[in-house]
Structure formats: C-alpha cells, structure tokens
C-alpha cells in the first residue's frame, strides 16, 4: 500500500476507531481532559476548599485520566488497532528518512507529537504536583476518611498543635517515609472502602517514624531548662462546685546543651543516655526489662520484680528505643478524662460555676456508655433538666438560660472527647504524661525495676516534681507568687 506521512495521524485514528478498547480510553481521555486541566490549574491559583470535590479530582478523574491514555496505547498496540498501525515499522521510517522530499512532513509530525506529549506531560506534573499536596493536606488526612477520622481530627483541632499539619508528625519528610506511608495509606483506604478498619483505631501507632525525626523539626529538648509551674483547676462535686488547684513544680530539665547536662525529665531523651526498653503487650503499658547507657559507655539493665513471668506472657515482645512518644503520646490527639473535660468548660466559663451540684450532676451523667454522640446528648438535656426542675425549681424557672448553658457545655464537654461510633469512650486513649492509672512514666518508675547492683528506678514523688499544693482553695504559694502576700 503506497503511503504518505499523513496517512500516520489518519491510521492512528482508524487504529482508535477499529479497537474498542482505545475507543474507550479515547472518550474518557476527550470527555475528561478539558474538565481536568481546568479543575487542577482552579486548584493550583485558587484552592479548592471542598475535600470530597478535591477528592474526586485528584483521586477519581486523574487516574481516570490517565487509564484513558493507557487504554489507548493498548488499544492501538496489543489490541484490534495493531493491524491499522502495523505498518509504520522502523524500516518504513527508515525509507521516508532517506527521502528529501518528506523532511517538511516529518517536521510536522514530529511537532505535533512533541507538542501532545508535552501537553501530556504538564497535566501529568500539575496533576502530580497538586495531588502530592492534597494527599498531604489535613482536609485529606482528617476529613475525607469522615467517619474513622472524625475523633483524631476533632481533638487535633483542640490541641497546641492545631496548626501543624498531620504530616509533619505522621510522616516528615524524605521520600522513602513517603512512599513508606502511601503503601499503609493504600490499605488503610481499602479498610476505609471496605469497612473493616478498628473502631478504636488502635494505638500506639507501631509504624510511626521515631519522633526524633518529627517532634525535633520544631522542638529542641537541648534548649529546655528548669522547672516548669503547672497549675491544675478542678472542681468539686459539691454544692458550690469548689474551686481547688494542685500546683506542681514539673521538672523539665534539659536533653543537655554545653550550659548544662542532661537532667530532670527530658534526662531521657539525651543521646548518651539511650534508654532501650521491653514492652510485653502491644500497647507497651507493660515493661518488664528497661536498659540504659551510661556516660562511661556501660549498661545499666533494670528488671522488673515480675519480669520472667511478664515476658513469658507476652502477647507481643519488642524492643524499642524510648523516644518522645513514649511519654507525649498525645500531644495532638489529646482526649480528657471525663472530669478535667468537665472542669476545662468551668475554667473556660461554658458551664457556670454558679448551678448548684452542677459538676455532681455531670459526672454522673456523661460516665454512662451510649451508642452515640446524638443519645448522649438528649440524654445529658433530659437528665439536667428534669434535676433542676425537680430539685431547684426557682433556678429553673426564673434563670433557665443557666441551666441551657451548662447542658450545651456538658454536651460539648462529652462530644470532643468520646465518640461512641469509632468506639471511644473516656480514657480508650489515656495520656502517659504524668501517672494516671499506674500507667505513664509508673511503667518503669515504680521502685519495682531494679538492676543486678540494686539500683532501681525512682519512684521518689521529688523526682519530677515539687508538689506545692495539692487541691487546695486558693493555694498560699500562688498568692504569694502573685506578690499578695
Ligand atoms: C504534633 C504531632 C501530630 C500531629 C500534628 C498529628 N498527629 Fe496523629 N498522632 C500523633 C501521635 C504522637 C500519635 C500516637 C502515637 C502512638 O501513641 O503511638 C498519633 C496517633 C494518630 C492516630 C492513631 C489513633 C490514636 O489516636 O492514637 C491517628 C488516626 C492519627 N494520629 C491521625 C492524625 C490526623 C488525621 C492528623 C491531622 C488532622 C494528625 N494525626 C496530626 C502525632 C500527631
Ligand atoms: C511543625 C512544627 C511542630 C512539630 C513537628 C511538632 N510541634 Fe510541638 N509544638 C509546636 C508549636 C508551634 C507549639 C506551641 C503551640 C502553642 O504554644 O500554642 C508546640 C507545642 C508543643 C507542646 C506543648 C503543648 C502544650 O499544650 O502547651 C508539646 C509538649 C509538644 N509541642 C510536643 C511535640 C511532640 C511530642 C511532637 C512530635 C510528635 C511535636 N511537638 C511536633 C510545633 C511543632
Ligand atoms: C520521660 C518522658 C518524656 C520524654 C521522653 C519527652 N518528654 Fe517532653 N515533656 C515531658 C513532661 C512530663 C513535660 C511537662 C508536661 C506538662 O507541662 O504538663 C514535657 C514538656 C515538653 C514540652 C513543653 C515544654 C515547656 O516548657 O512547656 C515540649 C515542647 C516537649 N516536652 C517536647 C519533647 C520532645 C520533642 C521530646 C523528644 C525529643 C520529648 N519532649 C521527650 C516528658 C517527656
Ligand atoms: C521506659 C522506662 C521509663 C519511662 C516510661 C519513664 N522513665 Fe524516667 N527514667 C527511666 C530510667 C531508666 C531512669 C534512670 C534511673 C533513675 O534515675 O531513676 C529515669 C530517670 C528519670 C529522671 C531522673 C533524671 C536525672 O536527672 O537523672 C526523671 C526526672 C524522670 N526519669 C522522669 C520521668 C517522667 C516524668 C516520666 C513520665 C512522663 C518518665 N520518667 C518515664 C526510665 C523511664
Ligand atoms: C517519674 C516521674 C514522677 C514521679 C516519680 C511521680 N510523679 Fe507525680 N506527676 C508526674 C508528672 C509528669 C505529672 C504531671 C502530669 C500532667 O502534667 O498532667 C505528675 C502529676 C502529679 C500530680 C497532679 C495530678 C493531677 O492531675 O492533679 C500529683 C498529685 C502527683 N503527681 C503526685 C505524685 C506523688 C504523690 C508521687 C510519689 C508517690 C509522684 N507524683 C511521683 C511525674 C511523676
């Protein structure tokens, strides 16, 4: 068959046309490419602020897009349209090559194909570019996988680390944490998909990268010194629903820097003190061997009075070297326990100290286990109502909007902290900042771990801190650091 170079364009068409297959990919590649482009470069200048839309484009209609594409390459090579392009081998180029007379038309060609790849080539960097950033975002991360999100979103929203996105703690940078997180990320949409991922989602997150990489972005435990004054509100489930503070002289020391060693808390997380420990159970709460390196190159190995029946029945054995996780294990997903919940609305004035038995009535009513965010809520309406129409009925009928008050902070007090659907309730996630429980820095500090030599690890209250008052009524010690006294 006599050919001309413009037959080349003609024949790929036909190949198109004659395999159903790159027909296909053809007309998704047409219907979505305009929409695409437009979308994208919206996205790159404007943001588009909707998750689901965003979604939809980077995660739906790119890879769509791109299938169309590799539709038609399979179509037009492996497929019906072979017979249509067949003809164009290399000897035929060789052949029109060595004719002067088609150079014009090889330019043209070769214009037009450079010219589609590059347009090609740029939706593939725009689409990759911004679909890196949107897989990035913390809409993606906290609100596209709604439902199994929702808890971790809501107390990151409440937290110090408000502004700081998901990735930066979740991943970092470098590429292989990327990709490491994308192949997890894969499954964990499939989970999402499917339906099968854990309500709780189960903590501690086992593939978290050390936080050294992480938390020290930002932080520097070299550049921490002192003592630290940590003032605690609470409330009592009295009448007057009292007001007492524990003040506490925290410990903070310092990871060591040239001014000082390493001392008091952040001790531990000095490079030459590497603490190496054991945890029997998948949550680490129980630690029967803890070593440490010392200064002159030695190890102190401190084992727990229980340890050979611990490790003999441990459901899960690791090693893991102790790192900021180990004790701020919540620094951005941090939820209460129901009575500090409660005292934080007092303290932020949401519940009014003034409702006689209020903080009483509110304990008592959101440590009940509902279903759901929306049965605990009419139940927190209808059981505050009725005890204050039963039992102070002047309050209830001349100061009502006291009493809505403190039911809508009860309610937000419970529906931050516990979301029955992802099977969350009070303390599911417990801080081990501190020694709520036995657990938290009481896993090793429990004067029960001890080394061949006899030392143990302290559990001396004046370790970590001064305790200057202890729930107290207007404490002595802050009104004489107020200077009233
Ligand atoms: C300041 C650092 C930080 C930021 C920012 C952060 N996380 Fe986390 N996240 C953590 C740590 C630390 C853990 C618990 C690790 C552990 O105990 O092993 C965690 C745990 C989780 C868990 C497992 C369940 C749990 O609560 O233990 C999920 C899910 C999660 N984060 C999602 C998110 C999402 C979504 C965002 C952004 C909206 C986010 N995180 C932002 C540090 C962070
Ligand atoms: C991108 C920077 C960044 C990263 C990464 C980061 N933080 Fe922070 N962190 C901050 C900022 C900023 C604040 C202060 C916020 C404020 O004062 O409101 C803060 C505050 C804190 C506080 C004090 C919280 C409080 O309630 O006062 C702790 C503890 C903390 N970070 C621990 C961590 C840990 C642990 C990690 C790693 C898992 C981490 N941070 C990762 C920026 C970061
Ligand atoms: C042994 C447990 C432990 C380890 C390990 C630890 N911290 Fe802390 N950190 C604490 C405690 C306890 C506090 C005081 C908490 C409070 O204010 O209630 C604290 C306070 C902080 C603060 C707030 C300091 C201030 O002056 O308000 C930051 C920031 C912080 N830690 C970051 C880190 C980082 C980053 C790492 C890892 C390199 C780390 N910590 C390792 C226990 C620890
Ligand atoms: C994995 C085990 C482990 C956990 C958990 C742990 N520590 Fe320690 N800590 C040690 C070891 C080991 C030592 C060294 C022995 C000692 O001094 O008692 C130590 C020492 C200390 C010291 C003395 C440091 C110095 O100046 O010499 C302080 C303060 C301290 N820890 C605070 C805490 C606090 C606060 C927590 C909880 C937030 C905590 N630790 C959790 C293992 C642990
Ligand atoms: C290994 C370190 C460590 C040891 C030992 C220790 N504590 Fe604490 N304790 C802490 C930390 C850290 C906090 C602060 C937790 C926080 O910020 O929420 C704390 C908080 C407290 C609080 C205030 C709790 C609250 O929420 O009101 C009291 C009271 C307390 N400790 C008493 C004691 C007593 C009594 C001992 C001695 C048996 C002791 N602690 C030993 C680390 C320690």
Known sequence: MATTLSDIPKAFLRGIAHSRVALLGAMAV???????????????IFHIPNPYFAGFIYMILGPAFIGGLVLIFFGLFFARGKEDV????????RDKLADESSYDKIRKLVFLGVFLTCINLFVFAVLGYSGYHYMESNAFCGEVCHVPMTPEYTAYQNSAHSRVNC?????????????KSKISGARQLYAVVADTFSRPIETPVHGLRPARDTCEQCHRPEKFHGDKLVIKDKYLEDEKNTHVQTVLLLKIGSAG???????????HVAPENEIVYTAADWERNIIPEVSQKTANGKK??????????????????????????????RPSHIYLPAAPAIDSKFLTNDIPTDLPYIKQQAMKIVSVEYKTQDEARTAIATSLTSFYKNNYADIYANNRPMVEKAIAGVQAAYVENVFPEMGIQWDTYSSNIGHSNELGCFRCHNDEHESASGEVISMDCDTCHTILAEEEEDPEVLKMLMGEM
């Open 30 to 44: 047409t219907i979505i490419f305009p929409f695409l482009v437009g979308a994208v470069l919206y996205d790159l």
């Open 86 to 93: 067949s003809l164009f081998t290399l000897a035929y180029f």
């Open 167 to 179: 990735v930066e703690c979740h991943i970092g940078s470098g590429a292989s944490w990327f990709v």
């Open 257 to 267: 820097d040239r001014a000082a060693g390493s001392h008091g808390i952040h001790w």
């Open 300 to 329: 102190i190995i401190y084992r727990s009075s229980e340890a050979d029946e611990q490790i003999a029945a441990a459901t899960n054995l690791q090693e893991r070297v102790m790192d900021c996780i180990d004790c701020h294990n």
